[in-house]
């Protein structure tokens, strides 16, 4: 069983609609999780990050967290092209270290 | 503020060879980490570097790869002698000591290996 798992996708969605990305975790001592997108060829840039159960809300991304179910969800709201990339799920565990698991990722199209 | 940066961008090398990697992390910040993603695959951490020290290395693949990071500045991660199965895009990434240390680390733009 992977420590992250993730839907490959690719998820595909229309321009304006909310897109769903979900991210399933193997262990419970998970502290802290990470969305990340990915551009082709480029870096894994950091979306958000949440580490307490329930909702987190940045602009038109939110995080969801839920700790009993061992998943984590980021919703893009008003998708745009632009949002089009893949989206990485990373989870850190245990306390006081920066040891990060990612998932393959989700490849999203956003289509005008 | 310039972000981290890696050298070569590209490496193409033949199985037997040997390839030095070079990441500079971004100007003060104690935090160094190496990640590679091989293709298809996710990315999976290598090791973190606080300033000179190894703190943790469990994702180091084998004895054929060697970290270093001299003086607590840049790092090279050498890997001596590469194997088809080592090609992939090498990641460095750094985050600060303190504050959102935990929270964020910024990737470098990666060195893609191909061993043939």
């Known amino acids: 069983q992977k420590e992250v798992e993730q839907n490959s996708g690719p998820l595909s969605v229309p321009e304006g609609a909310i897109a769903s990305l979900n991210c399933t975790y193997s262990?419970?001592?998970?502290?802290?999780f990470f969305w990340y997108r990915q551009y082709s060829g480029k870096s894994p840039e950091l979306i958000m990050f949440i580490y307490s159960n329930g909702d987190k809300e940045d602009g038109r991304f939110t995080a969801q967290l839920n700790k009993a179910s061992q998943y984590v969800s980021l919703l893009i709201r008003d998708s745009q092209p632009s949002d089009s990339a893949t989206y990485l799920c990373a989870v850190r565990f245990g306390t006081g270290g920066f040891k990060t698991i990612f998932g393959a990722g989700t490849r999203l199209f956003v289509k005008a | 503020e310039a972000g981290v940066t890696q050298f070569p961008s590209h490496s193409v090398i033949e199985k037997g060879q040997t390839v030095t990697l070079r990441c500079d992390p971004i100007?003060?910040?104690?935090?160094l980490y190496w990640y590679r993603r091989v293709m298809g695959k996710e990315i999976k951490f290598l090791l973190h570097?606080?300033?000179?020290?190894?703190?943790?290395e469990s994702g180091m693949p084998n004895n054929r790869f060697l970290a270093e990071r001299t003086g607590g500045t840049y790092s090279t991660l050498k890997v001596q002698p590469a194997e088809l199965e080592d090609s992939g895009v090498y990641f460095c990434?750094?985050?600060?000591?303190?504050?959102?240390?935990?929270?964020?680390?910024?990737f470098g733009p990666g060195t893609r290996l191909t061993v043939l």
């Open positions: 570097f606080v300033k000179e020290s190894k703190q943790d």
């Open positions: 262990d419970r001592g998970s502290q802290s």
């Open positions: 990434a750094s985050s600060p000591s303190s504050g959102r240390a935990w929270s964020e680390q910024f």
């Open positions: 100007s003060g910040h104690d935090n």
